[in-house]
């Protein structure tokens, strides 16, 4: 049995917090004017999207491209994440009913959700263990719920409040799963022997 150090869940978990740290503190360049559509913090989405490249390829199918296709899957996901959330925050919620208490945590639930839920497409789209509704309601509802984090992002003017505990958690949540299909391969591989 492996140690939980060595688990995918606990590296892609560690990776996803240094990926949160890292994005907190170089954003990236920022290609567009707020709330307009355009590329945000670019570098956030790049450093995430390199965990989760890196754990299809150490615990999927050891494929570069598998690995390429996650990276730039996250980088799209987090990109119509903050997209989204700033299109619902500045516009679409302006003048509704939805206070503005609460207006915060819509944003960053509906944001949180999608983040995730595009980067769980990518990712499944290459690596059949993935492919899993409990896996697909696992990582969108880990994303969303942690997107709640959102409004105390907002009142600290602290992005890692955020992105470190969000990126921590939806890579923990993905390599949950893909440990299961790691221990299959191993499984089937030793069965064969």
Do not use: C
């Not at 939980?4 to 978990?13: G, K, N, R, S």
């Amino acid at each position: 049995m492996k140690s939980i150090l060595h688990h995918p869940a606990t590296i892609l978990a560690a990776l996803g917090a240094v990926s949160g740290t890292l994005g907190s503190y170089g954003l990236g360049a920022n290609l567009g004017d707020a709330p307009d559509l355009g590329l945000y913090m670019v570098f956030a989405g790049l450093w995430f999207g390199l965990v989760i490249g890196y754990g299809l390829w150490r615990w999927g199918d050891h494929s570069l491209r598998t690995a390429a296709i996650a990276v730039a899957a996250t980088w799209i996901a987090w990109e119509a994440a903050v997209n989204i959330g700033l299109q619902l925050d500045q516009r679409w919620l302006v003048g509704t009913a939805v206070p503005d208490g609460l207006k915060s945590y819509v944003t960053g639930f509906a944001a949180g959700g999608i983040g995730a839920l595009v980067t769980w497409l990518g990712a499944a789209a290459t690596t059949p263990s993935l492919r899993q509704v409990s896996t697909a309601g696992l990582v969108v509802s880990t994303g969303a719920l942690l997107g709640l984090l959102l409004p105390a992002t907002n009142q600290y003017d602290y992005p890692a409040i955020l992105l470190l505990p969000w990126q921590a958690a939806v890579a923990a949540a993905l390599g949950l799963s893909l440990a299961a299909g790691w221990s299959r391969l191993d499984l089937s591989s030793a069965t064969r022997a």
